[in-house]
């Protein structure tokens, strides 16, 4: 099997580094031809243009920044056109049922081509190291197909078909803004209570040993209490586009998002405030200025009482 990978990014690069090691033949492509040095120099071939990655691919992979970027690739680019007959299409990026939809319409749905919608969530570090949890929409036998693929990039028991076509876009947007809205949400809450004056650690334990305990202040949080870590491998513009189009879901389905456009509205304050390649935690760096200190955890937590 021969595969093409179209986006070479802070999660793609280290995705397609995995399929290569994993044994697969790759032929590549990015808008950065740097991008791919890596991964030449591992034994993919070098791509020119969307349409030259996709005429060679049994597989194709896209992992692109947005829903406009993948119409670019796949139509403008000439990728959709350009796949064989029997390939099949696997978009990995974060992106919209109503993107797909356009190039499905166009171009794979005449010939009977194959696609399925399998964004990811796990940070460039489930990239790295082929932990990623992947959710995919689209038809069972695809999926079949498609799994052994998978398993390379993600963690075989995180990997999920959530449905048919769309589906997949669908889960990662919902992900995404509940995971935005309990950042927002916690920094709020430990903002007010360390300016009240309650220690960070003690109020941390106490959230976390009471009924609002989350995954977010378990751990995804540490990074910033222990080192103060933003994540700056994913840009808050990455983060700010990915609540839009949440955003812009709910409007489609006629589900009302006053909370959801709230905590938009909060991150693109961020973004404006600490720039647009800002790490996708920097909104909480909005509520440590407002509590007066950064929130760093000063030695060992609190256990509880026996």
């Known amino acids: ?73 796949m139509l403008r680019g ?12 696997i978009d990995m990026s974060t992106s919209t049922p109503e993107a797909a939809r356009r190039v499905i319409a166009e171009v794979l749905e005449p010939r009977g081509l194959r696609m399925l919608d399998a964004p990811v969530s796990g940070m460039a570090k489930g990239a790295r190291t082929g932990t990623l949890q992947i959710f995919v929409g689209g038809a069972e036998a695809d999926f079949t ?29 919902m992900i995404n803004q509940l995971w935005f809205s309990h950042l927002v949400a916690s920094s709020e809450v430990l903002a007010m209570g360390v300016k009240a004056g309650v220690d960070l650690g003690v109020l941390r334990s106490a959230l976390l040993a009471s009924p609002a305990a989350s995954n977010f202040l378990e751990n995804d949080i540490l990074g910033i209490l ?8 994913f840009a808050m513009v990455l ?10 879901l709910g409007r489609d389905v ?9 905590v938009e ?17 920097i909104p909480v760096k909005l ?6 200190q950064d929130f760093r955890l000063a030695g060992p937590e609190p256990t509880q009482a026996s």
């Open 254 to 262: 006629g589900v009302s998002t006053e909370l959801s456009a709230l």
């Open 287 to 292: 509520y440590e200025e407002m509590a007066g």
């Open 239 to 248: 983060a700010c586009k990915d609540l839009g189009l949440s955003v812009d």
């Open 78 to 89: 000439g990728a959709a056109a350009a796949l064989p007959q029997d390939a099949l299409w």
């Open 226 to 233: 222990e080192s103060g870590d933003y994540d700056e491998s």
């Open 145 to 173: 197909r498609a799994l052994p693929v998978l398993e390379v990039m993600g963690e075989p028991r995180k990997i999920m078909r959530v449905g048919n076509q769309g589906s997949g876009y669908t889960v990662k947007l």
């Open 1 to 73: 099997m021969q595969i093409g990978f179209i986006g070479l990014g802070n999660m793609g690069g280290h995705m397609a580094r995995n399929l290569i090691e994993a044994g697969y033949r790759l032929v590549v492509h990015d808008a950065r031809e740097a991008s791919a040095a890596q991964h030449t120099a591992l034994g993919a071939t070098w791509a020119a243009t969307p349409a030259d990655c996709a005429a060679k691919a049994d597989v194709l992979i896209t992992m692109l920044p947005n829903p406009r970027i993948v119409e670019d690739v």
């Open 265 to 281: 509205q909060i991150y693109r304050r961020a973004k404006a405030r600490y720039g647009d390649l800002s790490g996708e935690m």
